[in-house]
């Protein structure tokens, strides 16, 4: 299935996070996803902005297949091209499979019970566009781009049972706007990542 506008189609491609399950599966720890979200195998974890899928992918070999990886998108076009291009990825006997739904977060986080993902994951489009690949253009122009709210953020915290974590642009308010500090990570890349602990369980 291909995504077509006036500029550009867009078919689904794993792109580098091929790359980064290969390192995984090699013992390369280092992925920054994996490490901020403290990920292991057997983990629930809830994608609330599967986009193309690439950490969603990521997050499924890390958790493995004894693991779960749900994934939103709320965009239907994005997720028809994506869900289906995922169900021809050949995830491997490590991975779990990505299990993506088309709805908007909130109203999935809001439907759940307290607790049910170890770690809730937030990757939004970015305020200050950064230069990127073809296939990120062409999200751009279909991708849901209303910014996380801390209203959002305070659900995702419910729902979660360890971290909710969020991805934003380095040199840009994203992170600071929701009060999240950004965990040291590498020089070398253009985003950062924020963490905050889920909330405790609250008393009958
Ligand atoms: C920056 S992209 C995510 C990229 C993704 N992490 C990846 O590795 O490919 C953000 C995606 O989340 C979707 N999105 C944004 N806000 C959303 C929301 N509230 N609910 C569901 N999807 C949302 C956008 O439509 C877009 O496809």
Same mark, same amino acid.
């Given at each position: 299935?291909?995504l077509?506008?006036?500029?550009?189609?867009?078919?689904?491609?794993?792109?580098?996070?091929?790359?980064?399950?290969?390192?995984w599966? %090699?013992?390369?720890?280092?992925? @920054?996803l @994996?490490?901020v &979200?403290?990920?292991?195998?057997?983990?629930?974890?809830?994608?609330c902005?599967?986009?193309?899928?690439?950490?969603?992918l990521v &997050?499924?070999?890390?958790?493995?297949q004894?693991?779960?990886v749900v994934?939103?998108?709320?965009s239907? &076009?994005?997720?028809?091209?994506?869900?289906?291009?995922?169900?021809?990825?050949?995830?491997g006997? %490590?991975?779990?499979?990505? %299990?993506?739904?088309?709805t908007?977060?909130?109203?999935?986080? #809001?439907?759940?019970?307290?607790?049910?993902?170890?770690v809730?994951?937030?990757?939004?489009?970015f305020?200050?566009p950064k230069?990127s690949?073809?296939a990120?253009?062409?999200l $751009?122009?279909?991708?849901?781009?209303a910014?996380l709210?801390?209203?959002?953020?305070?659900?995702?915290r419910?729902v979660?049972r360890?971290?909710?974590?969020?991805?934003?642009?380095?040199?840009?308010?994203?992170? #600071?706007?929701l009060?999240l500090?950004?965990?040291p990570?590498s $020089?070398?890349t253009?985003?950062?990542?924020? $963490?905050?602990?889920?909330?405790p369980?609250?008393?009958e």
């Open positions: 299935m291909s077509w506008d006036s500029e550009n189609s867009f078919s689904f491609n794993p792109g580098m996070a091929h790359l980064r399950r290969l390192r599966l %090699e013992g390369d720890r280092g992925d @920054a @994996a490490r &979200a403290e990920l292991r195998a057997g983990d629930h974890v809830l994608d902005t599967l986009g193309l899928g690439q950490d969603a &997050a499924a070999v890390v958790v493995g004894q693991g779960r994934a939103l998108e709320k239907l &076009a994005l997720y028809a091209v994506v869900s289906e291009g995922l169900k021809t990825y050949d995830a006997p %490590e991975s779990c499979r990505v %299990e993506p739904v088309h908007g977060a909130h109203a999935y986080l #809001r439907a759940l019970p307290s607790g049910s993902f170890d809730v994951f937030f990757d939004p489009m305020e200050k230069k690949q073809p990120f253009e062409m $751009r122009r279909f991708a849901e781009h910014p709210t801390p209203e959002v953020l305070e659900e995702a419910r979660a360890r971290w909710v974590v969020v991805k934003g642009a380095k040199h840009s308010e994203d992170l #600071r706007k009060g500090e950004a965990e990570g $020089r070398y253009s985003v950062i990542w924020g $963490r905050v602990p889920a909330l369980p609250a008393r």
